[in-house]
Nanobody, 123 residues
Framework: QVQLVESGGGLVQAGGSLRLSCVASGRTFSTYIMGWFRQAPGKGREFVAAVSSTGSSTRYADSVKGRFTISRDNARNTVYLQMNSLKPEDTAVYYC????????????????WGQGTQVTVSS
């Protein structure tokens, strides 16, 4: 069992930056693939980024490639999402998920989810 708690969301102007954090409970964090997804009002939950259990491999959605960076610190049971050059279309609730299928973009492959953190980008 893994419990995830996201933080770091907020209101930012277009072009600004935010860093999201997701802290996991339990001693098995380092065995999980970790992913970030987001859900805008009226839309489904979409893949943003994923990182391998060791942090050596990453994967990004085309819409955020070059602007967002996912990383993890297994000693702190934490995964991060650094978001730069934010756009109004990045506005969504951001969720972190823990899963076991390599860098999957499919939400069904993530077994555990946090409660989400709101990111709002004003134009």
């Amino acid at each position: 069992q893994v419990q995830l708690v996201e933080s770091g969301g907020g209101l930012v102007q277009a072009g600004g930056s935010l860093r999201l954090s997701c802290v996991a409970s339990g001693r098995t964090f380092s065995t999980y693939i970790m992913g970030w997804f987001r859900q805008a009002p009226g839309k489904g939950r979409e893949f943003v980024a994923a990182v391998s259990s060791t942090g050596s491999s990453t994967r990004y959605a085309d819409s955020v490639k070059g602007r967002f960076t996912i990383s993890r610190d297994n000693a702190r049971n934490t995964v991060y999402l650094q978001m730069n050059s934010l756009k109004p279309e990045d506005t969504a609730v951001y969720y972190c998920g823990a899963g076991g299928v390599r860098l999957s973009t499919y939400r069904g492959n993530y077994a555990y989810w946090g409660q989400g953190t709101q990111v709002t980008v004003s134009s």
